[in-house]
């Protein structure tokens, strides 16, 4: 099983509608397609040049996608990148290997206050 298909089948279980890109461009094309109600955004994505730190920029540009939020999750454990995507509106940046993925959920359902249990 692939690391993705482990959070959507964690997510996809308390009722999200899941979606997954793999790069920052198709990530932005799919959020403004779909709207969501929240991104769970990985900082290290191909090509390198358009990581998630480029996604935040471009998110923030776009007053379609502006006001999703996002949170930051990544292997990167780096004050200034965390440091950067918080700036850039990240509501959290957690590191991947100090979270299950069930607490994941539970970060992510914090932001999003309609969200019934």
């Known amino acids: 099983m692939k690391h993705v298909d482990i959070y959507k089948e964690k997510f996809s279980r308390v009722g999200f ?3 997954s890109a793999i790069s ?8 403004k397609k779909k709207k969501p109600d929240i991104i769970v ?3 290290l994505l191909p090509p390198p040049e358009e990581s998630g730190i480029f996604f935040l920029e471009e998110q923030k540009k776009d007053t379609k996608i502006a006001l999703i939020p996002v949170i930051a999750f990544s292997n990167l454990d780096d004050p200034l ?4 995507a918080l700036a850039l509106g990240a509501k959290e940046y957690l590191i991947k290997t100090d979270f ?7 970060k992510t359902k914090k932001y999003l206050p ?3 249990d």
């Open 114 to 116: 309609n969200l019934s």
């Open 41 to 43: 955004l990985d900082i």
């Open 17 to 19: 509608d899941f979606f």
């Open 24 to 31: 920052a461009r198709e990530g932005l094309s799919l959020a």
């Open 100 to 106: 299950i993925p069930n607490e994941v959920v539970l």
């Open 81 to 84: 990148t965390k440091e950067k």
